[in-house]
């Protein structure tokens, strides 16, 4: 990596010149040769058929121009990047699964990195555990945005230290036979997926989120489609989605961050579609299909519900009278979609007898895939029947302004088709473990992107007792792989696995005192040949002694592991 210096002699009014040659900034041509130069240097980073099926608003000029005079860092993260793009396509095309869960310390990533491919970094974990405010919540994403990435960069210099004590311990073997020994290495460089949430706010926002997420280690990131005022874990109520162009927007300002950066950064693309209930504007037409509306033309006689909510508070009601005033509201409103709307305005006209053979044609031409305007639906209505329905969305909005959505899987389809030119993966957020719902999904976005990748939340919130029978349980991990699903993670088991074997701990040492921790912890740790029973080794007490008589000529008499080190009492 080229170095800053300070110039003594500079000519050009320029006092910070690359040891490396750079441009001259005050010469013309010199810039633009330059910009060439590092574009056609990016143009032959984005032929590589890693970016196959990605696509970019931007051309490899307009990046070079903000990237600056230093020379590209190759990130440590980029690299864990290539490498975790080659782990989820082998998986692809193999039909397999990278499964993985939610990580919490350096203890469980060194322990995951003996069997998992990749580790994940829950945003609910985080929220709870390790927010940088120190102040634990749900997971609303109201938490600092440096939480998450600084969750992925303790993670991360664990693993580079674990890779780094188990190297030199591998390097010190004076024999074959000796390496052998030691038995089979771990890869603890296993790439990192974070959770991004909504990108804490606006696209600047989610530019420096990115470029924290680089600089810090992660490999891929996710990030969903809901508002970020209005973030909610993905299995709450009340969910609100953004408008398809302007989460395409989050995405390509990711991939510009990336790009700028030198990065092959991950990309998986969430939708919250299927259970959302709000959506922040009507201004994508992709969006119409699902935005609810009343359909009752004696509604534009009275208050709308957001102002009926609001004398309604005013007048001195709460609670339960507010959800009593909701029902009523909707009720008389008859919120529908507006295909619903088109079918009861068909089935109850006397005068129109090939009723469903007009619905059938309206249906052919506006659906949850045809990204129809709701303009064009109006007008398509208007021709078949003569006249035109009442449909009004604006009067349904609720306190916040938001308006109502009715989500659904196919909703879900139609968004993760907008994002998937711009994601690596794509993921429907589901409210169940349904499998028939998965296999919607994953038909509906193949049939056109065949080729893209899918992720699958295997998330605590459900019931999984209820869910399915145990054997479908065992199963469906592999079943869901058959269908796209390469990348599967349990967001939360570090959370709960730390609680339930913390628990069990803490109640059998009141039982028994000693006998359980050196019966129920220690034993199982040397039965199952775990680790950290030698704990010293494995924070690195003799790699840290390796560097200490290093820098002091090979002898050391403060080594920790000199003799009198209790750990001795755990050799054969």
């Keep these: 990596m080229p170095v800053l210096k300070q110039s003594q002699n500079s000519d050009n009014g320029n006092s910070n010149e690359l040891v490396q040659s750079a441009p001259n900034l005050s010469d013309f041509n010199q810039i633009q040769s330059y910009l060439q130069k590092e574009s056609e240097k990016i143009d032959e980073w984005w032929n590589d058929e890693r970016w196959n099926g990605v696509k970019r608003i931007y051309s490899s000029y307009e990046i070079a121009k903000r990237r600056g005079v230093m020379e590209k860092v190759d990130y440590q993260s980029s690299v864990m990047s290539r490498k975790l793009y080659k782990v989820l396509r082998n998986h692809f095309a193999n039909g397999t699964v990278s499964k993985t869960f939610g990580a919490l310390d350096p203890v469980q990533i060194t322990q995951m990195s003996k069997y998992l491919d990749t580790i994940y970094v829950s945003g609910w974990q985080c929220s709870s555990t390790a927010s940088t405010s120190n102040e634990p919540g749900p997971d609303l994403a109201d938490y600092p945005m440096d939480t998450v990435p600084n969750k992925v960069e303790h993670l991360f210099k664990a693993q580079l230290f674990h890779d780094r004590k188990q190297f030199e ?132 006689d009275d208050l709308s519900f957001a102002d009926c909510m609001n004398q309604a508070i005013i007048s001195g009601s709460s609670g339960n009278d507010l959800q009593v005033l909701e029902n009523n509201w909707c009720e008389k409103a008859g919120l529908k979609l507006f295909h619903e709307a088109f079918a009861d305005e068909v089935n109850k006209n006397p005068e129109i007898k090939n009723k469903q053979e007009i619905i059938d044609a309206f249906n052919s031409k506006v659906g949850p895939l045809t990204e129809t305007s709701h303009r064009e639906a109006k007008k398509l209505a208007k021709e078949l029947i003569g006249y035109d329905i009442y449909f009004n969305w604006e009067l349904p909005r609720v306190r916040e302004g938001l308006y109502r959505y009715r989500g659904g899987t196919q909703c879900a389809v139609m968004r993760a088709r907008a994002f998937a030119p711009y994601a690596d993966l794509v993921w429907m957020e589901s409210n169940y473990p349904d499998f028939q719902q998965a296999v919607e999904f994953s038909e509906g976005v193949r049939a056109k992107f065949p080729n893209k990748m899918m992720a699958y939340n295997l998330s605590p919130s459900f019931n999984w007792q209820k869910a399915m029978p145990v054997d479908e349980q065992e199963t469906f991990i592999s079943r869901l792989g058959e269908y796209g699903y390469c990348w599967q993670f349990i967001t939360l088991a570090g959370l709960h696995t730390t609680a339930l074997s913390t628990l069990k701990f803490t109640q059998e040492f009141m039982e028994e005192g000693m006998k359980a921790y050196a019966n129920k912890v220690q034993q199982q740790e040397m039965d199952l040949g775990v680790d950290v029973l030698k704990h010293q080794t494995w924070s690195g007490a003799e790699y840290i002694d390796g560097l200490l008589k290093l820098a002091q000529g090979g002898v050391s008499a403060t080594a920790a592991m000199a003799k009198g080190v209790t750990e001795d009492q755990f050799k054969n």
């Excluded at 073997?173 to 606006?202: F, M, N, Q, R």
Aim: with cysteine; aromatic share 4%; glycine share 8%.
């Design 169 to 300: 311990m591998r390097a010190n073997a004076s024999s074959k036979e000796e390496l052998e020994a030691l038995g089979k290495p771990t890869d603890y460089l296993t790439p990192i997926v974070a959770d991004a949430d909504a990108g804490h706010g606006g696209l600047t926002a989610v530019f420096k989120l990115t470029k924290m997420f680089i600089e810090r280690g992660a490999a891929g990131i996710h990030i969903e489609d809901q508002t970020s005022t209005n973030k909610k874990c993905g299995h709450m109520a009340g969910r609100c989605v953004i408008p398809v162009q302007e989460h395409i927007n989050r995405l390509t300002t990711v991939r510009m961050c990336s790009d700028i950066m030198g990065s092959d950064l991950v990309l998986v693309a969430r939708t919250d579609s299927e259970a959302a209930t709000l959506i922040s504007s009507t201004i994508d037409p992709r969006d119409h299909y699902f935005v609810v509306g009343a359909t009752n033309p004696e509604m534009d």
